[in-house]
């Protein structure tokens, strides 16, 4: 009789348990991916942890450029490629995609070949703070705060048409032109969350009022100060940041 009950029992319950499991499937999952970002940062400061731009961020990102075939579109920490394809593409641009990871690089190549866009877009495994960009009219980044902060020698060294476009993160310190929020509704539902997308123009003139929160953002404003950034303003009252910016530190990108 009991054993009976028990055979009833998983079968009446089997659709329940596999919901069950399923749940703790999905739970597992995002806890995952949590401990991925809770790890100890990597001490080099060019390391970020890769995720894939979804498609309607993609989309909006390209349309806030604004772009035409004759510009020359770079993807600094360029993932799998997307954005400058997508652009190839789209409006006929060039365009090159930068990273450190020699697999991505492989992986973009391919994705490029399959687009039919091998002839317009090139990739190369750089750290992307010693890329000169001086030629492109537009960047698109999907960097950490701190490590979008760290280009801006380099973007201030664009032409005065230039664009930045970023996604989710800011460039601190630096007037947004335009901002979006973008939903996206592909891929699995708890992948369904809101973006941000920040559009810069050129000529990226830091504000020297703006308050830096934390160790690697006090370091990152620190490093573009020594190097002498384009600023807007001068400061109201002098940071600690400021007054330390003139002495030797160790938060040089790629270090």
Same mark, same amino acid.
């Given at each position: ?10 079968? *009446? ?12 499937? =999905?739970?597992?999952? $995002? ?5 991925? #970002?809770?790890? +100890? ?10 995720? &894939?731009?979804? &498609?309607?961020?993609?989309? @909006?990102? $390209? ?19 997307? $954005?400058?394809?997508?652009?190839? @593409? %789209?409006?006929?641009? =060039? ?11 492989? *992986? ?20 992307? #703070? ?18 979008? !902060?760290? !280009?801006? +020698?380099?973007? %201030? ?23 979006? @929020? ?7 539902? #708890? ?7 920040? *559009?810069?123009?050129?000529?990226? $003139?830091?504000?020297?009022? #703006?308050?830096?929160?934390?160790? @690697? ?9 020594? =190097?002498?950034? !384009?600023?807007?303003? /001068?400061?109201?009252?002098?940071? /600690? ?6 002495? +030797? ?7």
């Amino acid at each position: 009789m009991f054993q009976r009950m028990l055979v009833w029992g998983l079968v *009446l319950g089997g659709g329940g348990l596999l919901a069950w499991f399923g749940l703790i499937g =999905r739970e597992k999952f $995002l806890y995952e991916q949590m401990e991925l #970002y809770r790890q +100890p940062e990597p001490m080099d400061p060019r390391e970020i942890h890769y995720v &894939p731009t979804p &498609p309607p961020v993609v989309a @909006k990102m $390209l349309a806030m450029a604004n772009l035409s075939g004759s510009d020359i579109v770079l993807d600094l920490g360029c993932g799998d490629g997307r $954005l400058v394809i997508e652009a190839a @593409k %789209q409006f006929g641009c =060039r365009g090159r995609g930068y990273d450190i990871d020699p697999e991505l690089i492989e *992986l973009c190549e391919q994705n490029a070949r399959e687009a039919g866009v091998e002839h317009l877009v090139d990739f190369y495994i750089q750290d992307i #703070y010693e890329v000169d960009i001086s030629d492109a009219t537009v960047v698109m980044l999907y960097l950490l705060p701190e490590m979008n !902060l760290r !280009l801006l +020698p380099q973007l %201030q060294s664009m032409a005065d048409t230039a664009r930045v476009i970023t996604h989710d993160f800011e460039l601190p310190g630096v007037q947004i032109v335009e901002e979006a @929020k973008v939903q996206n509704d592909t891929g699995p539902n #708890y992948m369904h969350i809101s973006h941000r997308i920040f *559009l810069y123009h050129a000529p990226f $003139l830091f504000d020297l009022d #703006y308050q830096p929160e934390g160790k @690697k953002m006090i370091e990152a404003v620190e490093y573009v100060l020594q =190097r002498r950034v !384009l600023t807007r303003n /001068e400061p109201t009252e002098k940071s /600690e940041v400021e007054r330390s910016a003139g002495e +030797p530190t160790n938060a040089d990108g790629g270090s």
